[in-house]
């Protein structure tokens, strides 16, 4: 059975074997040579370091390259997990940013709680707004001070600088405050400087509108709104907001509290007012204390003569 034999096969392989045994003879060569311990072959090795390496430099470039770009990647990757530990910490650096700006504004709203200026026959109770249940329906907040802080129904909610609500219901523990933008909110209002007394109606929208004014002429946007005292419901003279036409042309409040960060309110604690008994002294003076009639009576029989003692005769 013949087999086709390539002719190039036959002449190829012989040379290769050749090629390859002069390689590893002349390592051999060089590998005994460089292991030789003496001054003449050290002398001949630098004679051919010398001829040789400078004329094939070229090989090792890619050799050199090769080791830079390892280089390099590994100062990439060092590169890399220090931008890592960076983004870590810039995250970190920016949640303490925020508790710092938190922290900011509820001292910024102490402040201010602590510079209102109110009736000093005011006293008042501050507490911690625990949740926010306002909803399309309803708007109020929950306080963390109730019955055993002594609050009662009515008692008028302010932060740092406005009113904000009323109490609307007292538990052990916590408070409910109904804001004033709530749709059962009305509370009587003066607007000064015209001194015009009106009702401001909550209706689920940031600024509750006015009705009933006295004299709406004299009512312009811009005029300041404070509490009238007027029924008792809240104490007179607490800053509400301030005058704006709303889109629907009404005269509507822009209130001065800070809805958008209510953390702290204050309770303004108010009597009952006095019970009037009796009649002031404008309206019926005072009595006399009733004296004794000295007037004689005409009509008065006289008590008989006693006869006079005396001898006759």
Not at 156 to 174: H, K, L, Q
Not at 203 to 209: E, F, T
Not at 299 to 307: K, L, T, Y
Request: glycine share 8%.
């Amino acid at each position: 059975m013949s087999y086709n034999r390539d002719p190039s096969q036959e002449i190829y392989r012989p040379l290769r074997r050749i090629f390859l045994g002069g390689v590893l003879l002349c390592l051999c060569i060089l590998f005994i040579l460089w292991r030789i311990d003496s001054p003449r072959v050290e002398r001949m090795r630098a004679a051919v370091v010398d001829a040789v390496v400078p004329k094939v430099s070229w090989v090792l470039k890619p050799v050199t390259i090769s080791f830079e770009m390892a280089g390099n990647f590994r100062t990439y990757q060092q590169l890399y997990r220090q931008n890592q530990d960076l983004r870590r910490e810039l995250q970190q650096m920016k949640a303490w940013k925020e508790a710092a700006l938190q922290l900011e504004q509820q001292n910024a709203q102490l402040l201010d709680l602590n510079n209102l200026q109110l009736d000093p026959k005011l006293t008042f109770v501050t507490g911690v707004v625990l949740a926010d249940s306002g909803s399309p329906f309803r708007q109020s907040v929950l306080l963390n001070i109730g019955a055993r802080d002594g609050i009662r129904d009515g008692w008028a909610a302010m932060d740092g600088i406005g009113v904000v609500g009323r109490i609307s219901g007292v538990g052990r523990d916590s408070a409910r405050v109904i804001l004033l933008t709530d749709t059962n909110s009305t509370i009587p209002v003066r607007i000064q400087p015209s001194s015009q007394h009106a009702l401001m109606i909550g209706d689920n929208s940031p600024l509750p509108y006015t009705d009933f004014i006295e004299t709406p002429e004299l009512v312009r946007p811009g005029d300041r709104v404070v509490t009238s005292g007027d029924g008792g419901l809240f104490p007179p003279d607490l800053l509400v907001g301030q005058i704006v036409e709303g889109r629907d042309g009404r005269l509507r409040v822009r209130l001065a509290a800070d809805y958008g960060r209510m953390e702290f309110l204050r309770v303004l604690r108010s009597g009952a007012p006095e019970k009037v008994d009796g009649p002031g002294g404008l309206i019926a003076p005072p009595v006399p204390p009733s004296l004794p009639d000295e007037t004689p009576d005409l009509n008065a029989e006289a008590p008989p003569e006693e006869p006079e003692s005396g001898s006759d005769g």
